[in-house]
């Protein structure tokens, strides 16, 4: 999880990392250049297990499972103050939880118990 930077929409809230989908880029493209370019992650697109259309704002979400490749980050402050190893718990009862995170948090959860399931 990461805390958003000052600079960001929704600052100092916790959240995945995540960003825009450029244009003429996939989803799968941009998930890895949005952990990259916040984070300095590698990681490799598993699946797309969770979609939501923001109903009040033209905004729709893409939620990822993907293994992370490198277990150095380095946050690029412009985009994030901070990043946070929480257990699931953590993130529910965290106060400065940005909305929606919570259902992602389930979904990711669930592909992940299937994906274990599955090895």
């Known amino acids: 999880m990461i805390r958003r930077g000052d600079q960001v929409a929704a600052p100092s809230k916790i959240c995945f990392p995540g960003g825009a989908v450029e244009i003429g ?3 799968r493209e941009a998930v890895k250049r949005e952990l990259r370019e916040e984070l300095n992650a590698t990681i490799e697109p598993i699946a797309l297990v969770w979609e939501f259309e923001i109903p009040d704002r033209s905004l729709r979400l893409w939620g990822w499972y993907a293994e992370l490749k490198n277990q150095e980050l380095t946050a690029d ?3 994030v103050a901070d990043v946070l190893w929480l257990r699931p718990d953590e993130v529910l ?3 400065d939880i940005l909305t929606h995170t ?3 948090l389930a979904v990711l959860e669930n592909a992940h118990a299937n994906a274990q399931m599955n090895a």
């Open 77 to 79: 402050p412009n985009e």
């Open 102 to 104: 919570d259902t992602f």
């Open 93 to 95: 009862g965290h106060p």
């Open 25 to 27: 880029e996939s989803p």
